[in-house]
Nanobody, 121 residues
């Protein structure tokens, strides 16, 4: 069994910062990519940022220069540092990971339950 648990969401004013964390636990052999997605109110889920095991990252144009994705491979944790937050960043943020499960050995996509980020203007 593999679980992803996000934390760090909350209410922040425009221009403020938040750091989201994603803890992966369970029967994990290795984690390939870790990513963040978000779902604004009334809209579809959208890509935010991703990072592979070697630390190579990519981010959506809407957050480049403001959000930074990182990970700690020793702990199986992922992070999203969000700076200069705007009202349009308000959304439920989801952690996603492509994980190689230990036993039986297979690779699959896993999602967290989401954490709410609200940016007030």
């Amino acid at each position: 069994q593999v679980q992803l648990v996000e934390s760090g969401g909350g209410l922040v004013q425009t221009g403020g910062s938040l750091k989201l964390s994603c803890a992966a636990s369970g029967n994990i052999f290795s984690i390939n990519s870790m990513s963040w997605y978000r779902q604004p109110p009334g809209k579809q889920r959208e890509f935010v940022a991703t990072i592979n095991r070697d630390g190579k990252s990519n981010a959506a144009d809407s957050v480049k220069g403001r959000f930074t994705i990182s990970r700690d491979n020793t702990k199986n944790w992922g992070y999203l540092q969000m700076n200069s937050l705007k009202a349009e960043d308000t959304a439920v943020y989801f952690c996603h990971a492509r994980i190689l499960v230990s036993a039986p050995r297979y690779e699959d996509d896993f999602w967290g339950q989401g954490t709410q980020v609200t940016v007030s203007s």
